[in-house]
Every structure is written in structure tokens, then in C-alpha cells.
């Protein structure tokens, strides 16, 4: 992407002195909303390269990880949900089944360096969506959305971990990885989210009770805390006794489907009611003015390229929610509703005059950023507020097509597959800077969140 740099403030000046909205958006019309949602998928998918001649269908180019491909395929799946335009179907499928891997469980060994759980989660996740939301099956004799999510699952209830911290996954796969001492909240709450949505999707209560060791565990040692906010992770050296307290608003997001999943699937029980709902009350860290915001980076303009993304999942999960949680459905659309308008608003910036930034928060002010995961959370916001009019997810006895295979991804053992001499010293010693800068950041947010 190029854009001219210095047009960024002419465009903002413009911008807030004439009222532009670039991206119209009238959220009482189903209609505005589609046409919104059509051009922030449009603009999204050119950044893909995946299926020019010659790329590697499923990758994003750099700077992005192979994780966030997968949860662009993931808005893409919902876009066809929520929206009906089949037009980007096809190279979504392809996409999801090119990068299954020799296993058909989302481990493929082009990307051992960059597989840690929750990588490997948002492409299950990916595959779990298009279950329930009955996307077009692949045809017979590939991988089926269903079965890939079992696949994902039961590898990775293969690596539960009770060596250390009383259970939990870690966050890498991989001991040559960076990371591999960390038990985090992404990486657990996937592991949640997935396992209660396909207790509900299947009936089968072995995934509830997966479901329930892993929220156990993430209480157990206060990953989530009895205030029900949702921290960053702990260290298995320290058998998890400490905990890194930065609060993304895409582990709160994920925790809170997964709970209320839980709750649909205990047919409403009082125990999972209490904790989805104040769960949804303490998803207000990531709301300033109404308006949602990702509370750890974004006032100081220090989101990673990933965390450029984490907003997209927060609205996913909010709005999926709703479906099973009736319950939250006001309380989710107050916010939902205002974050839409905003974020449709500053996308506002670039060549196009309608390139999304990060900042919900500042009307039509473009806030000079760009990439996937800008554009990937303005469109999963904006479309989430089409969930009234879409369908709940279908379960095995309720309309659901997808084949399963409950022994999917086998029993394999840890890195079976994998030459573990994969990572290079570089990689190593670039992850180790990547861990300092996070810990820099992360020591900024400690004195940020006390002071
Ligand atoms: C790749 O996919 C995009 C989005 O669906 C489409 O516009 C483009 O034509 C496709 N390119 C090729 C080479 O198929
Ligand atoms: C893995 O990398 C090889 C070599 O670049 C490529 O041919 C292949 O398509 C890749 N496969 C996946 C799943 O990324
Ligand atoms: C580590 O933590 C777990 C769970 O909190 C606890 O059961 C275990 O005894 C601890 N191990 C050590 C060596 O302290
Ligand atoms: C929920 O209700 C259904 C239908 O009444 C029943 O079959 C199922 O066992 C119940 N599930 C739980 C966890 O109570
Ligand atoms: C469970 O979800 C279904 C839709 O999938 C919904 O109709 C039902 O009301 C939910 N159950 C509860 C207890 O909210
Ligand atoms: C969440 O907030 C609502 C509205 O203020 C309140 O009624 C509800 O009791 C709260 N839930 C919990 C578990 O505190
Ligand atoms: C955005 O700014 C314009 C002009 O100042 C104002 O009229 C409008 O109400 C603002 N919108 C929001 C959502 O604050
Ligand atoms: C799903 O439903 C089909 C028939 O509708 C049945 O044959 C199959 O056994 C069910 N699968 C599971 C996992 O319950
Ligand atoms: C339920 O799921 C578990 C875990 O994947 C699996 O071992 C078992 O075979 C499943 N049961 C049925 C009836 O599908």
C-alpha cells in the first residue's frame, strides 16, 4: 500500500472541516449497513495476494502473521453471514483448506515459527463459524469446516499442561519458540471459546467439560479475576503465581462467547449467566465516550500490527453472543451501535479518502494509520449490527451441514510433523526483542493503569 504522506493531514483538515463521512452509514438502514460492510471488505481484501499466480493461497503479506490471515478469513466468513454477498466465498474456502496442513488440523510446517496455540485457534476458529453459520461445505473428499475444528480442538487437549501453574496450554506449541514458558489468556480462551461452541454445535459434553476445566483454570490462577476482568498471561517458572495484567479487549471477547455459549449450552444455568454477564460489564475498560477502544495501546499510538486487530474480535464475539445469550442483546448493541458509527467515520484517510485508522473515538479524524487489521475491525464492527436480522448458529440437530470427525487431528504427539530445528538463532534472538519491547510496553502500561 502506498499512500502520500503528506496529504494525511490535508485529508483530516478537510475531513473535519466539511463533515465527510466517507464510509456512509445509517445503522437504521439494513441496506447502509451492507454497502458499508461491501466497501470495507472490498478495501480489506487488497491486501491479499494469496490467490495471484504464484502466492501462497491463505498468507498475508508481511508485516502480517499467519494468524491474522486466518482471522481475516474469519470477517470474511461473517461478511457472507451477515451480508449475503457470496463474492468473496470462493477465495475464502480456498484460503481455509490450503492452509490445513498435512494433518488437516491448521499445523502446517511452513509456519512453525509462528504457531503458537491461539495462531492455530484463529484458523479453527475460522473453520468453527463456518460450521455454524452453514457456509458453503468444501466438496466431498477435503477437510470440512466441522472436523477442522475438532482437529484444532483435540490437538490441543492433547497439550493441556499439568506440569506446571495447576493445567493450561501454553502459548507456543513449539519449545524452540519464544514464548514457550507463557500460559496466556488468548491462548486458553480460544481453547475455551472453541471447546463450548462445539459442545453446542455437537451435544457432545466432553467439549463442555474442556469448556469447564479451562474457564476453572483461568480462575485458578486469576488469568480471570473474581472482578471477572480478563488479564494477559503468566509464566510456568514461576508456576504462575505472577501475572502480566495488561488487558486486550480480544481476550475479553473471546471469554465472554465462550461463557456464553456455556450458558446456552447448561440451558441457561445461574452460574454461567453470572459470569457472562459480568463479563459483558467489564468489557467497559475497552469503551472511552461510548465508543470502544483498545485500552492498553491506543491512546499512546503504540498497537502493534496485530493489536491493530484486537477490536475486530471483541465486536465478532460481542455480537455472536447475543445469539446465545439473549440476554446481552441491548447491552451489546448500546455499544456496538456507537463503536459502528465511529468507526465508520474515520475511515476517512488515504488515496481513497476512505481508508480506516484505528481511532473510533475522534469523529471523522483519521488517525493516519492503515492495514488489515484497521479495516478488519471497522467492517467486523459495522456488520456485527446485522446480527438482529441473522440467523443463530445451527447446531448437528438443527440445520447444521458440516461432517464431522470427533477424532480429527488424531493423537498426535507434540511437533510430530516438524523438524524442530526450524528457528534460526535470528529468529530467536528477534523474538527476544520482540518479548523486551512487550515488557517495555508493558511496564509503561503498569505505571499507565496506576497512575
Ligand atoms: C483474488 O481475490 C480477489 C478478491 O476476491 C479478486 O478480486 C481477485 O480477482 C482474485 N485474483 C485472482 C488472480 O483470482
Ligand atoms: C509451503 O511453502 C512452500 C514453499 O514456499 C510452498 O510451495 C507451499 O505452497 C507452502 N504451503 C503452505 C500450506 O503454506
Ligand atoms: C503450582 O501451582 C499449582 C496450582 O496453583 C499447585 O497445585 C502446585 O502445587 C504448584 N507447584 C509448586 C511447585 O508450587
Ligand atoms: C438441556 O435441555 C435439553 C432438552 O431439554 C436436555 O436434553 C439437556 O440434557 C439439557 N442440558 C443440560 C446441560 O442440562
Ligand atoms: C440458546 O440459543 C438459542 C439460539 O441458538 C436460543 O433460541 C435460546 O433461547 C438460547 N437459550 C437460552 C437459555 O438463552
Ligand atoms: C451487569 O450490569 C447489569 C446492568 O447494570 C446488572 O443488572 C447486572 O447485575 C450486572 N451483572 C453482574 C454479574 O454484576
Ligand atoms: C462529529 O463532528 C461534527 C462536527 O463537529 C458534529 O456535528 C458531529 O455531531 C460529530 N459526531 C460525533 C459522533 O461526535
Ligand atoms: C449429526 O447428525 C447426523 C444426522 O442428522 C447424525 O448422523 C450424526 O451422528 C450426528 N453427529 C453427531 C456428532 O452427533
Ligand atoms: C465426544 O468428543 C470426544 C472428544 O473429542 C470424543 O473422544 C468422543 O468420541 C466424542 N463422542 C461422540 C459420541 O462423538
Not at 477502544?293 to 475486530?312: I, L, P, T, W, Y
Amino acid at each position: 500500500m502506498r499512500f502520500v504522506r503528506s496529504l494525511t493531514a490535508a485529508t483530516a483538515l478537510l475531513a473535519g472541516s466539511q463533515i465527510v463521512q466517507c464510509i456512509p452509514l445509517d445503522l437504521d438502514s439494513e441496506d447502509s449497513i451492507k454497502q458499508a460492510a461491501s466497501t470495507l471488505a472490498h478495501d480489506m481484501m487488497l491486501y491479499y495476494t494469496g490467490n495471484n499466480t504464484g502466492d501462497i493461497p491463505g498468507n498475508l503479506p508481511a508485516p502480517y502473521y499467519w494468524w491474522e490471515a486466518g482471522a481475516m478469513f474469519g470477517a470474511m466468513i461473517d461478511y457472507w453471514y451477515y451480508t449475503g454477498d457470496p463474492t468473496y466465498n470462493d477465495v475464502t474456502t480456498q484460503a481455509l483448506l490450503f492452509q490445513v496442513g498435512p494433518d488437516e488440523d491448521y499445523m502446517t510446517p511452513n509456519q512453525t515459527k509462528t504457531t503458537g496455540n491461539d495462531d492455530q485457534a484463529f484458523w479453527g476458529l475460522a473453520a468453527m463459524t463456518a460450521a455454524e453459520v452453514n457456509f458453503p461445505n468444501p466438496p466431498k473428499g477435503q477437510p470440512q469446516w466441522l472436523a477442522l475444528a475438532q482437529a484444532v480442538f483435540n490437538t490441543q487437549a492433547a497439550r493441556w499442561d499439568t506440569q506446571t501453574c495447576g493445567g493450561g496450554l501454553k502459548w507456543q506449541v513449539f519449545p524452540f519458540n519464544n514464548g514457550y514458558n507463557y500460559k496466556n489468556s488468548i491462548s486458553n480462551g480460544c481453547f475455551f471459546n472453541l471447546a463450548s461452541r462445539l459442545a453446542k454445535y455437537t451435544g457432545n459434553n466432553t467439549y463442555a467439560e474442556w469448556a469447564e476445566r479451562s474457564w476453572d483454570w483461568m480462575r485458578s490462577i486469576n488469568l480471570v479475576d473474581e472482578n471477572y476482568f480478563v488479564y494477559d498471561g503468566s509464566d510456568d517458572t514461576i508456576n504462575c503465581t505472577r501475572l502480566n495484567r495488561i488487558q486486550w479487549s480480544y481476550n475479553a471477547g473471546a471469554m465472554l462467547l465462550g461463557a456464553a455459549t456455556m450458558y446456552n449450552h447448561t440451558n441457561g444455568s445461574a452460574v454461567w449467566e453470572e459470569r457472562t454477564s459480568a463479563l459483558m460489564n467489564h468489557t467497559d475498560v475497552f469503551y472511552q465516550d461510548g465508543v470502544m477502544f483498545e485500552v492498553a495501546c491506543e491512546n499512546v499510538n503504540r498497537c502493534n500490527v496485530d493489536q491493530q486487530s484486537f477490536k475486530a474480535y471483541l465486536s465478532r464475539w460481542m455480537a455472536a453472543s447475543t445469539k446465545v445469550a439473549p440476554f446481552l442483546y441491548d447491552s451489546v448493541m448500546a455499544r456496538l451501535r456507537p463503536s459502528a458509527r465511529g468507526a465508520a467515520a474515520q475511515c476517512s484517510g488515504g488515496d481513497n479518502g476512505r481508508t480506516c485508522g484505528m481511532k473510533w473515538t475522534q469523529n471523522v479524524t483519521w488517525d493516519g494509520t492503515y492495514g488489515v487489521g484497521q479495516q478488519m475491525a471497522a467492517l467486523e464492527v459495522v456488520q456485527s449490527n446485522l446480527i438482529a436480522s441473522a440467523r443463530g448458529p445451527v447446531t448437528n440437530s438443527s440445520g447444521g451441514t458440516s461432517v464431522g470427525n470427533p477424532a480429527a487431528g488424531g493423537s498426535r504427539t507434540v511437533g510430530a510433523a516438524f523438524d524442530t530445528h526450524g528457528a534460526t538463532q535470528a529468529d530467536r534472538i528477534g523474538a527476544g526483542f520482540l518479548t523486551a519491547f512487550v515488557l517495555c510496553l508493558f511496564m509503561s502500561m503498569v505505571w499507565y493503569m496506576n497512575s
